[in-house]
């Protein structure tokens, strides 16, 4: 048997993500999405189921595969309601989303640009910042901890990315996933002199770990961060594999007010995909 379920997907700095519009039980929601991430089904980095939200004041709601909050995620459902309001060129629109991962509703505005909708999202404000150090395989590395309610990220500063770094950093994923219990954990290799960002991606429902093209929360985790320990407002550019996502953050008295993220997206494709319903019948047949 299949399942018949409508979708969208979306290209937030290459970051790309599959949301499912037709309804499903949460129970089928990691099955759904292992398929549909697949390089032989629809191929993405990430899966959202979208729902009616329980709040009047919200447009929708999403619901992340592994339960976990996603800012690409977020702006790709911002950009693909203001597609259903035929949005003219130039014009704008702002959304509240019910998002996994979020107590509060995330606000997002919208302005149509060419095709592409560039959208700036209210992130959630980080429970808790520290610097911590672990050892990993005997050696000690020094991590910025950006924790949330569910998930965290760990901030690592490097000068240059080789396939030893990249391999430490997985594993480290796990273990911080172990550890932590968390819906998320990102590992994100940042080098400061050229603001450039390398995000890790581990959702161990999922059993999944991208190094993403983009990452939206992870950016917003890295502009806390960096206001946190230099105890200053900022506003920059953070340059990722796939395209450039801006952070803006505030700290007030030594803690983040507020936090957002900004960056296009395009929507890339639309229709009607086919899941099997039985995790049995997943594999060739010989």
Not at 22 to 51: D, K, N, R, W
Not at 173 to 199: F, H, K, Q, T, W
Request: charge should be negative; proline fraction near 3%; glycine fraction near 8%.
């Amino acid at each position: 048997m299949k399942l018949e379920l409508d979708f969208v997907k979306c290209n937030p700095v290459h970051n790309m993500t599959i949301l499912v519009k037709t309804e499903y039980p949460v129970e089928q929601h990691l099955h759904i999405a292992s398929q549909m991430m697949a390089y032989h089904h629809l191929y993405a980095e990430q899966v959202g189921f979208v729902e009616k939200a329980s709040r009047l004041d919200c447009a929708a709601r999403l619901q992340m595969a592994g339960g976990e909050f996603c800012g690409n995620a977020c702006m790709s459902l911002a950009a693909y309601l203001a597609a259903e309001q035929n949005l003219p060129e130039g014009g704008k629109t702002e959304f509240a989303l019910e998002a996994s991962g979020a107590a509060m509703p995330v606000h997002c505005q919208v302005k149509q640009d060419g095709g592409a909708y560039i959208c700036e999202v209210e992130m959630p404000v980080p429970e808790r910042l520290e610097r911590a150090s672990v050892s990993v395989e005997g050696r000690d590395i020094e991590l910025g901890i950006v924790r949330y309610r569910d998930s965290f990220h760990a901030i690592i500063e490097v000068e240059h990315v080789d396939h030893l770094a990249r391999a430490m950093s997985e594993r480290l994923a796990r273990l911080l996933g172990i550890a932590s219990g968390g819906s998320l954990v990102g590992i994100m290799l940042y080098r400061s002199a050229s603001n450039e960002l390398l995000p890790l991606i581990y959702v161990p429902a999922l059993n999944s770990m991208i190094w993403e093209q983009g990452c939206g929360s992870g950016t917003a985790s890295l502009g806390a961060y960096l206001a946190w320990s230099r105890q200053q407002n900022i506003a920059i550019p953070i340059r990722q594999p796939g395209g450039c996502i801006h952070v803006i953050a505030a700290c007030s008295n030594g803690q983040i007010s507020s936090l957002r993220i900004k960056s296009s997206v395009s929507i890339v494709a639309q229709g009607r995909a086919y899941v099997d319903d039985n995790i049995q019948n997943l594999g060739g047949r010989c």
